[in-house]
């Protein structure tokens, strides 16, 4: 499951901060950026933001 975010750092940051595990984000060439992560129970979700320029690379 992923939920859309307008802010992948700023939310990156607030899954750390809430004590949960959370990636870099990561480039989606053409599509935007994803991050996985984990909640504080282990359950994996992602966060996920649309940003057509992402350049291949």
């Known amino acids: 499951m992923y939920f859309d975010t307008d802010d992948i750092e700023g939310s990156i940051a607030k899954v750390r901060e809430a004590g949960g595990q959370a990636d870099d984000?990561?480039?989606i060439p053409g599509v935007g950026w994803f991050s996985h992560c984990t909640d504080t129970e282990g359950n994996a979700f992602g966060l996920f933001l649309?940003?057509?320029?992402?350049?291949?690379?």
């Open 25 to 27: 984000k990561q480039p």
């Open 50 to 57: 649309s940003d057509e320029s992402v350049a291949p690379g």
